[in-house]
């Protein structure tokens, strides 16, 4: 049974930083698409990142140029640099596999 594990999120101001990471087992990571969603109130849930099991990736067009998606196939764990931290990119972060599997969730919350 595959299981993803969030964690790294909090509370931080406008233009901080935080590193989110996603720990998975059950399955054979390292030929996954591993990504990113993030959901904010009352909005749709929204790709923020992926990472092919070749690493090339893609980002939302609002978090280019500040976000980095990473893995590691050794320890099974995606991560998620995000820099220039904004108010709207408060939401919360669920980790997914394959298009199927979702973790459960870590808040990220910018403060002004």
Request: a positive charge.
């Amino acid at each position: 049974q595959v299981q993803l594990v969030e964690s790294g999120g909090g509370l931080v101001q406008a233009g901080g930083s935080l590193r989110l990471s996603c720990a998975a087992s059950g399955t054979i990571f390292s030929i996954n698409p591993m990504a990113w969603y993030r959901q904010a109130p009352g909005k749709q849930r929204e790709l923020v990142a992926i990472i092919s099991s070749l690493g090339s990736t893609n980002y939302a067009d609002s978090v280019k140029g500040r976000f980095t998606i990473s893995r590691d196939n050794t320890n099974n764990t995606v991560y998620l640099q995000m820099n220039s931290l904004k108010p709207e990119d408060t939401a919360v972060y669920y980790c997914n596999l394959n298009y199927v599997n979702w973790g459960q969730g870590t808040q990220v919350t910018v403060s002004l």
